[in-house]
């Protein structure tokens, strides 16, 4: 699709929307989980508008409305907070107290309950966020083997603790424990997947939360609000709704969050991590931006890099943190390398999210649009140029994907995180010119090599992995398999998530030590053996 007229004619009439992938009827959200009760708000709500338009016949395009959230005050946010507070109860209440065990089971009660709303989760991911129903389906299935993988990590952590060790006349039990209050926020590019990567996590070590759903993705969570009401104790999750800029700085400058987890701007952490009368006491699990670079040198298997960087570069519109953003390409090959990805580029489908095969759908962000527009516009008064027919053309919220080649220092393409359907591309001479953009990079999360030289790329790996925390050989950037690490350097990441280090990120080592005597050891048989303690015993959990 090259103009406006051709993407127009990919919306559809309303008539035209497939009866299977319709909405039954907006979802008029008024319900929100508070101490363990669902309670009906009954002031401001905001409107959700899909990134998919209905056409009419004179050719206007129009946003659906799918549904509407509540829009929480500061007396709203405060009970939800209160409710956390209380449930955690100085790390006396009854989740931050009950065995890893019983914690396992409640989660696993949720995660059923779970995978009977996927039909409803799976089609709200499609027309919150304009992801394709493949990936929505995707993205539902991976969350669930997410969790079982954390409970499975968990069984294994505790089952290896689940023992005394004596050192130089002490005996001692080490585990880990929670943190507190955690207030979770995730994003919207993976509202279920991101979002449950740390809620999960949190809870099962048996944190309290209040969860402040993304921007965009909020409706899907309204399925699971019962599931959480019946699965937890009361308290122990809370959900808040309203304009994070003010009910967020709120939460946290009462000072009773104890751990922020954010995946959103590097800006937007820097000022929440500012608000608590206490910094040095909140602990922060944030995933960040991203400018992840691939490299591709001169001896570099062509056709495999272009596939992997056209992946790389536009799954789900480019709107991934471990997207390709900036494709450096040696000059002896860049003009062979573009044509190549622009050959393949024009082969992408494009359309609504709900058709088999396509790859570029609408952008549920109006103003991400303006802004890859006006960083278009940028590079090409500097001296770039759209390389690729149509690219960048816009209608409605479809965004044609845009090869902007040659990009410099100084545009704002070289160094701005675009977030969308935009690729960059540079020609570099010089290894050190690669070696030097990922150095100089604000970002720190990933990088990609395409080549076939083992003695250039072990040379490169060396610096690059000081850099940032994953170095991709001849594949595109990405996030799993989850059971790796996934950080980030610099402006990136703050701590380690993965299935057993989002564990340890949401949890404490506490240890119970005792004297070697015959007085101590019968004290700690009989707390052992009478089942006295949750934190004091050798039970091993299959």
Request: hydrophobic share 40%; net charge neutral.
């Amino acid at each position: 699709m090259k103009n406006q007229r051709e993407l127009l004619t990919l919306f559809p009439a309303q008539h035209e929307i497939p009866d299977a992938h319709r909405l039954p009827a907006p979802l008029r959200q008024r319900t929100y989980l508070v101490n363990g009760e669902l309670k009906t708000w009954d002031g401001e709500v905001q409107r959700v508008l899909s990134p998919v338009c209905v056409r009419s016949a004179d050719g206007e395009l129009e946003q659906i409305e799918i549904g509407s959230y509540p829009m929480h005050d500061e007396a709203a946010s405060d009970a939800a907070l209160d409710a956390a507070v209380n449930a955690y109860d100085n790390g006396r209440g009854e989740w931050p107290t009950m065995s890893v065990a019983q914690r396992i089971d409640c989660i696993e009660n949720f995660t059923r309950q779970m995978v009977a709303q996927r039909q409803r989760i799976v089609q709200l991911i499609m027309w919150e966020i304009g992801k394709s129903l493949a990936d929505s389906e995707k993205e539902f299935d991976r969350t669930v083997e997410y969790i079982k993988a954390t409970v499975e990590a968990l069984k294994e952590l505790d089952n290896s603790n689940s023992r005394f060790t004596v050192v130089e006349g002490t005996i001692g039990q080490v585990r880990r424990t929670p943190l507190g209050v955690v207030l979770c926020m995730g994003p919207y590019n993976y509202p279920l997947n991101e979002t449950f990567a740390t809620l999960i996590p949190a809870l099962i070590m048996g944190n309290t939360l209040v969860f402040k759903p993304p921007k965009f993705g909020v409706l899907l969570f309204a399925p699971l609000l019962e599931a959480f009401r019946t699965a937890l104790p009361k308290g122990v999750l809370n959900t808040v709704y309203g304009p994070g800029a003010v009910i967020v700085p709120r939460m946290l400058n009462s000072g009773k969050v104890n751990v922020l987890t954010l995946i959103g701007s590097s800006k937007v952490a820097d000022h929440l991590k500012k608000q608590p009368p206490k910094a040095h006491r909140l602990r922060a699990i944030l995933g960040l931006d991203a400018k992840n670079a691939a490299i591709v040198l001169p001896d570099a298997d062509i056709e495999l890099a272009v596939r992997e960087c056209l992946l790389g570069a536009l799954s789900f519109n480019g709107q991934r943190c471990t997207a390709l953003k900036m494709l450096l390409v040696h000059q002896s090959i860049v003009d062979k390398f573009l044509q190549r990805f622009v050959e393949e580029l024009d082969k992408l489908k494009i359309g609504m999210p709900w058709e088999k095969g396509v790859q570029i759908t609408p952008l549920p962000e109006l103003s991400k649009i303006s802004y890859l527009t006006d960083c278009i516009k940028d590079a090409q008064q500097k001296g770039a140029r759209v390389i690729n027919d149509g690219g960048g053309t816009v209608c409605g919220t479809l965004f044609y994907p845009a090869v902007v080649y040659p990009v410099r220092e100084g545009m704002k393409l070289y160094r701005e995180e675009q977030f969308g359907p935009v690729v960059p591309v540079m020609a570099f001479d010089d290894i050190e010119t690669a070696l030097e953009y990922v150095i100089t990079s604000e970002h720190g999360q990933q990088v990609s090599i395409f080549g076939t030289d083992p003695d250039l790329i072990g040379a490169m790996v060396d610096p690059l992995v000081n850099q940032v925390c994953r170095v991709n050989l001849n594949c595109q950037c990405q996030r799993g398999p989850d059971v790796f690490p996934f950080a980030g350097r610099k402006d990136s990441a703050e701590g380690t998530l993965s299935v057993t280090d989002a564990l340890r990120a949401f949890s404490i080592r506490s240890m119970v030590a005792a004297k070697q005597t015959d007085d101590s050891k019968q004290l700690l048989d009989a707390i052992v053996l009478g089942h006295k303690s949750n934190f004091i015993n050798t039970r091993f959990i299959l």
